[in-house]
């Protein structure tokens, strides 16, 4: 969202590239919002749930183009309780190993950067 660039290094409609604040609101409070969820999910407030990830890193202190390489997700918490990732992305391969194979790799990549 923010650099605009494909997996494969290209960049793809770099004029429609937002802010790193627009894309956290995009993937959290905006999104629930769009879903009319923002009662219940989509930012960390009293009586909401709190489903969350822990980074090695703050996104905003990082350049967009090197997130992926710099920060890593360090914990999960789901419905306010720490989930052990391990067991989740074993879960995860176990529903179908060849139809679901990139899953779990999928399910710790937070931020995309096409």
């Known amino acids: 969202m923010v650099t605009h660039t494909t997996d494969s290094g290209k960049v793809h409609g770099a004029d429609q590239a937002v802010t790193m604040e627009q894309a956290l ?13 923002d009662n219940e999910i989509g930012s960390l407030e009293v009586g909401k749930y709190a489903d969350l990830v822990e ?20 914990g999960a918490w789901l419905g306010g309780k ?9 879960e995860i391969k176990a529903i179908d190993p060849t139809e679901h194979q990139d899953l779990a790799g999928a399910a710790l990549k937070v931020v995309h950067s096409h």
């Open 55 to 74: 980074l090695s890193a703050d996104l905003t202190a990082v350049k967009p183009e090197e997130i992926t390489a710099k920060v890593k997700v360090q």
């Open 82 to 90: 720490k989930i052990d990732t391990a067991k989740f992305l074993e």
């Open 25 to 37: 609101k995009a993937s959290t409070i905006n999104g629930a919002y769009q879903l009319k969820r």
